[in-house]
């Protein structure tokens, strides 16, 4: 039986001829999403050809890239694709690749600055007091234009549909409502004929 890991942790995955990926550690058949799914995850894995035990990951790797890419998870600029491409080969290939590690790592780490400083301005700062304000003026608006039957222009509460106006209770009522609209433009027009 294969091993799931090499001590460390890692989860070897066998890739067949036939294009099947084996998971050592979960026995059984995988696809790329799942790869992708553990990469997501945090998950290390090492990717080996079944015949020749050569260490395929980084192909592997490039191919979920490519497929996340054609199913318009597009992050990869054409710019950014070009200028890539026209680095192989040149005198400065062998340092791109700590270059795009470090700046990855970068990224990373400002990425989860960011998330932290958001939470923590959210949480109990200046920038709370301020949200819970806004929210309260916003929850006390809405309230009152639902009071009122009307919803104003651009301000529509998440879920909520538009309110339609009120149906009249009976025909009698409103043919009543309508006698008395004819009346007061009778009127008017009276006026305006003297």
């Known amino acids: ?23 050592t550690e ?30 395929i990951t980084h192909n592997i790797l490039t191919q979920i890239i490519v497929e996340e890419e054609n199913r318009g998870q597009t992050m990869l600029p054409v710019s950014f694709l070009r200028q890539l491409i026209s680095l192989y080969g040149d005198s400065m290939q062998s340092m791109v690749p700590q270059y795009l590690e470090a700046s990855m790592e970068a990224f990373r780490r400002n990425q989860d600055q960011f998330r932290q400083a958001m939470e923590g301005a959210f949480a109990g700062g200046p920038f709370a007091e301020i949200a819970k304000r806004n929210l309260d003026m916003f929850e006390a608006a809405a309230a009152a234009f639902k009071a009122t039957g009307v919803t104003p222009p651009g301000m529509m509460m998440p879920g909520a549909m538009p309110t339609p106006p009120a149906a009249p209770s009976s025909d009698k009522e409103d043919l009543a409502t309508l006698k008395e609209q004819l009346a007061s433009l009778q009127t008017k027009l009276d006026k305006l004929a003297r």
């Open 1 to 23: 039986m294969a091993k799931s890991s090499d001590g460390s942790g890692m989860v070897i995955i066998k890739k067949y001829a036939n294009r099947r990926l084996y998971n």
């Open 26 to 55: 979960s026995s059984s058949y995988i696809t790329l999403d799942h790869l992708a799914q553990m990469t997501r995850e945090g998950r290390d894995f090492k990717v080996i050809d079944a015949k020749s035990e050569e260490d």
